[in-house]
């Protein structure tokens, strides 16, 4: 069995700042790319950032110059620093790996269970 489990959410004021975490577990023998998508009440899932096992990144223009993603390939983690935080940044935050590559599965599309961000004074 193959989890994603994120961590890290919470209530933060505006311009406060949160870092989640997301740890990948199970029988997996390698991830290339690895992101952190969101989910606000009433709205599509969007993409935040993305980052690849080498490193390249990418992310929505609402986040750019206010979040960081980074990895940890020997630990299967991915993390989302979050800075400037805005009330319109509050959503169920999920991470995924698009193409985790599982012990007697193949390549699997992964994702975590979300965890929650409220910005609110």
């Known amino acids: 069995q193959v989890q994603l489990v994120e961590s890290g959410g919470g209530l933060v004021q505006p311009g406060g700042s949160l870092r989640l975490s997301c740890a990948a577990s199970?029988?997996?023998?390698?991830?290339?790319?690895m992101g952190w998508y969101r989910q606000a009440p009433g709205k599509q899932r969007e993409l935040v950032a993305a980052i690849t096992s080498g490193g390249s990144t990418n992310y929505a223009d609402s986040v750019k110059g206010r979040c960081t993603i980074s990895r940890d390939n020997a630990k299967n983690t991915v993390y989302l620093q979050m800075n400037s935080l805005k009330p319109e940044d509050t959503a169920v935050y999920y991470c995924n790996a698009p193409s985790a590559l599982v012990a007697g599965f193949g390549y699997l599309e992964v994702w975590g269970q979300g965890t929650l961000v409220t910005v609110s004074s």
């Open positions: 199970g029988s997996i023998f390698s991830i290339n790319a």
